[in-house]
């Protein structure tokens, strides 16, 4: 299993970043996935989640109408948009499968 995470940067409060995890050495189509962050010096904390059909989802308080989990069966890829990102959003994202298999994480900084 591989799970490779990108598209992490330097963004301004308020604006936008999309997150990407490229799978491998699995059945994507076949297993819900998820997006974890860890803040500095915070706990893992779950953000999305995404059933195996795309169209199940379900998202952490702290950014629901803001952050929008989808992916792609056909390219085996799972997506992350943030819009109107904030400050405390500031963390290393990390990409899960199943609850097992994790991502090395990329890192989304807010700041001016």
């Known amino acids: 299993v591989q799970l490779e995470e990108s598209g992490g940067d330097l963004v301004q409060p308020g604006g936008s970043l999309t997150l990407s995890c490229a799978a491998s050495g699995f059945t994507f189509s076949s297993y819900d996935m998820r997006w974890y962050r860890q803040a500095p010096g915070a706990e893992l904390e779950l953000v999305a989640g995404?059933?195996?059909?795309?169209?199940?989802?379900d998202y952490a308080r702290s950014v629901k109408g803001r952050f929008t989990i989808s992916r792609d069966n056909k390219k085996n890829i799972l997506y992350l948009r943030m819009n109107n990102v904030r400050f405390e959003d500031t963390a290393v994202y990390y990409c899960?499968?199943?609850?097992?298999?994790w991502g090395r994480g990329t890192q989304v900084t807010v700041a001016f």
């Open positions: 899960n499968k199943g609850g097992v298999d």
């Open positions: 995404i059933g195996v059909d795309g169209i199940s989802t």
